[in-house]
């Protein structure tokens, strides 16, 4: 008989798990707390370590059918010099969150699994089974806990080592793209630029043909910063440059979906006991800089369901960590490294990403996630250079 997973969350851990345990003959039933599938925060930068994660699992082309590529990265001061660049040396895109949730749950549903929308798990019990909030209890041979950073069956289980609060967090929005934007870049890519000024930070990057994704950080305390709807001077003050973006993310960004958040980062025990894992957010939350903590979420998903074909749950589980986690340990490393210098001077972080931009080794840590090859992709798998290691 077939092998069975209950999985808690319907975002990108959840959603790769199941697809990747369906492609491997598990039956799958993945329970949503929220009543429709709905990611937050907008746009998503992927990178080619989940570019291979999705091709592994099929639904690479749909999903970049709502992508543009990232043809350069660039940091800028508050007058909109550039500072420092980055050209990606392999396959970069910024997606919409929406798209591709919705493209990994319709694969799911093809393969025969479950989503259940409006049904949250208040916890697990370690030997497989999945509690509902409701009472019942669901017995499966793996439990997965894909919940997100406050993951109450972690919790449950014992299983959290450490919550960190960073001193910064973001809010993310959309805005609509201009005639004048969408003529000044190629049809399939776009440039993303980071600009800082002070400890304030934003990120802008078109993220469809008609969309540009804005992520704007600052420090916990700073109130006017985390203001929503923004506050248009206070931000003007600190980006002259950026003025008209400002001016239309005041106009035009949909309220009612934007929430600033504080940074987190999450650090487990172990991401397993017995039959019941820890995936994604829920086992290591981190801050976005390097634009990895849905990056490692999907290839740790995939790589879980690779550990376990064929083998035993809880030896597959162990050896699972024991293969993925260094890699995701120095993802957590290096972005927090990247999120103490919002509290730099402007021109010590501008000489910080300058220096790390000409050093090979500065370099290869923050692209190490990157250009990772995940567990369970094959190599080479596009006509992209390899990045040398
Ligand atoms: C500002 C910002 C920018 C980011 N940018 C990037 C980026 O560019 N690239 C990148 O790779 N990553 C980025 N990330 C990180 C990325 O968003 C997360 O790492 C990723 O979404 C984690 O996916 P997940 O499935 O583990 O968790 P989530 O996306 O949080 O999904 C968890 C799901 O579980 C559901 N849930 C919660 N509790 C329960 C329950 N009790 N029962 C059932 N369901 C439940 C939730 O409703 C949710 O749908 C960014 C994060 C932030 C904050």
Known sequence: MGRHAEIAGAGFAGLCAALALLHRGWSVRLHERAPTLRNEGFGIAIHENGIRVLEALGVLDAVLERALRI??????????????????????????????????????????????????????????????????????????????????????????????????????????????????????????????????????????????????????????????????????????????????????????????????IIRLHRWSRERVAILGDAAHAMPPNLGQGGGCAMMNALALAVALDGGGVEEGLADWERRERPLTDHTQRWSRLYSATTFWPDWLRAAAFGITARSAYLSRMMQRTARHVPTGTADPLTSFPQPSR
């Open 71 to 264: 043809s350069r990265m660039e940091t800028r001061d508050r007058e909109g010099r550039t500072t420092s660049v980055h050209v990606p040396r392999s396959r970069t895109y910024r997606i919409s969150r929406q798209h591709m949730v919705q493209v990994l749950a319709e694969a799911v549903e093809a393969q025969g699994g479950e989503i259940r929308t409006g049904s949250a798990a208040t916890g697990a019990l370690p030997e497989g089974r999945l509690r509902l909030k409701g009472g019942e209890e669901l017995a499966a041979d793996l439990v997965l806990a894909a919940d997100g950073y406050r993951s109450a069956i972690r919790d449950g289980l014992g299983l959290l080592q450490r919550r960190i609060t960073l001193g910064d967090g973001a809010m993310r929005l959309v805005i609509p793209r201009t005639p004048e934007e969408r003529a000044s870049e190629p049809t399939d890519s776009a440039v993303a630029h980071e600009n800082w000024s002070g400890r304030r930070r934003i990120i802008v990057n078109a993220c469809g043909p008609d969309e540009v994704y804005v992520a704007m950080s600052c420090p916990a305390d700073d109130v006017a910063g985390q203001r929503t709807p923004i506050d248009l001077d206070a931000w003007t003050r600190s980006f002259p440059a950026l003025s008209g973006v400002l001016e239309r993310v005041a106009a035009s960004a949909d309220w009612t979906r934007v929430r600033w958040t504080r940074f987190e």
